[in-house]
């Protein structure tokens, strides 16, 4: 039994060594095999890949005192940087952040040109960023993107530089952060998501013919991004913003054909249920609604009975709106606005006395249907 746990061990150990930049290829697994059998190195990698498995199981404690206790045995091993670099890591995701600090600069001094080492420096500029000393956090992603040879890494450490430049006063507008990274880096993989945020600034300060533009230039230059729906969402909402109804529902119906499964299903249909509420046609509006509330989950769907039960309240159909008001009762949960749906539903009884009972009897599973 223990030559299988060991043999485990050995695979294991071997799976690591061949993505550990810091190790050199031909004497890794000879190695391993010279001092495998002796109990002390046997129990020192079994206490490593321990606090591997903690660590990936987010019992962090654990993690910590495993790499600890090969660290110990092998302060300079060949998973030392490893090791370091997790504890480090776990501390930081304790929220002890100075602990955090202090190790990562550890690791970086004593292993500067391993994987961990490396990585260290960008975990120094997340946490300096975080903490909003962004000099420090400058500082870091530059040594980062200096010894890095991952790319995609790089560009984040590249535009953490250009926020950076942000908050430090070097450019005066937030725009500018993302403008320059698309001009430096255009081939970056950040690129789309970029321009959508740049997007989303123009929309979030209402300027939604710029936003449009933005929008626009995603789905021509990287149509094939699997996000592309809240895209045509958010240009459809641009377009709706400056009355351009034509185009808003152009582009929801896009959307809708594009990604028939979209999360964003039922808030295309609102934008329709706005364009139709705004032209009065009221019937075509009850239809989606319907529509919508019977792919709807029952939790969710009394934002959806209300509006329905606005346009009744338009059109003068009490009794139909005194029924959704019912049905919204059954579906509520908190209790506050339980009480508010009983003033409603009291004061319109009040109002449909007059006209007799003809209530429909209440069912969980009854959806409100247009009367002819």
Known sequence: MKKIILFIILILANLQLW????????????????????????????????????????NLLNAISFFEQYLNENPEGRFA????YHIAESYLNLHFSEMAIAIFSEVNNKFPFSRYGILS????????????????????????????IDLELKDFAFFQIERCNYYLEIYTEPTEIFNNFLIKYPQSKLCPELIFELGNYYFKVKKFKVAIKEYNRITKIKPEVSWLDSVYFQLSLSY???????NSILTIKELLNRFPDT??????????????????????????????????????????????????????????????????LINEKIEENKEILRSKIAELEKITEALGNSIKPLNNNIQIEEKN
């Not at 010279?34 to 079994?46: A, G, L, M, P, R």
């Not at 940087?81 to 370091?84: K, M, N, P, R």
């Not at 975990?123 to 010894?147: P, V």
């Not at 709706?240 to 034509?246: A, G, P, V």
């Open 263 to 328: 999360k964003l299903k039922n808030q295309a249909y609102d934008i329709f249920i706005d364009k139709l509420l705004s032209e009065k046609d009221f019937l075509s509006a009850i239809d989606i609604l319907n529509s919508i509330i019977n792919t709807t989950p029952q939790e969710e769907r009394n934002e959806y009975y209300q509006i329905l039960a606005n346009i009744y309240e338009q059109l003068g159909l009490y009794k139909e709106v005194l029924y959704i008001y019912q049905i919204m």
């Open 240 to 246: 709706k913003y400056l009355n351009d109804w034509k």
């Open 19 to 58: 993505g550990n930049i810091e190790e050199k290829k031909s004497s890794s697994i000879d190695s391993i095999f010279i001092f495998s059998y002796k109990d002390t190195e046997c129990d020192s990698i079994f206490n490593y890949f321990s606090g591997i498995l903690f660590y990936q199981n987010r």
């Open 121 to 148: 420096l960008k975990k120094l500029g997340d946490i300096y960023f975080s903490k909003e000393n962004y000099s420090k956090a400058k500082l870091f992603y530059t040594n980062f993107i200096y010894h890095n």
């Open 81 to 84: 940087s490893s090791s370091l």
